[in-house]
């Protein structure tokens, strides 16, 4: 089984950037594809962001699109996302998952989970 860790949230300004980063360990890491969901308060988790075991196929929210971008390093084992135009709308605790296989909208079918890293856009 794989085990995630994320890094890289914070407190951004409306139309900042950040990137997040999340290291794989324990597992085949190109046995997986990944994503990233987010969990704003109240709110269900939703899906943002999936990337395929080669990264050479993606899928975005609607919500995101033209603005986040997933990339995965497969030597080092980690999988980003780079967030520009942040709006405050997008804060949220984010997490990356693991799906044997391809990636789901449908966090249900995720094999792992990390454990959050908060993003707080101000405006």
């Known amino acids: 089984q794989v085990q995630l860790a994320e890094s890289g949230g914070g407190l951004v300004q409306a139309g900042g950037s950040l990137r997040l980063s999340c290291a794989a360990s324990?597992?085949?890491?190109?046995?997986?594809?990944m994503a990233w969901f987010r969990q704003a308060p109240g709110q269900e988790r939703e899906f943002v962001a999936g990337?395929?075991?080669?990264?050479?196929?993606?899928n975005y929210a609607n919500s995101v699109k033209g603005r986040f971008t997933a990339s995965r390093d497969n030597a080092k084992n980690t999988v980003y996302l780079q967030m520009n135009s942040l709006k405050p709308a997008d804060t949220a605790v984010y997490y990356c998952?693991?799906?044997?296989?391809?990636?789901?909208?449908?966090?249900?079918?995720?094999?792992?989970w990390g454990q959050g890293t908060q993003v707080t856009v101000s405006s």
């Open positions: 990337i395929s075991w080669s990264g050479t196929s993606t």
């Open positions: 998952a693991a799906r044997w296989r391809g990636y789901s909208v449908h966090p249900q079918e995720y094999d792992a």
């Open positions: 324990g597992d085949t890491f190109t046995d997986y594809a």
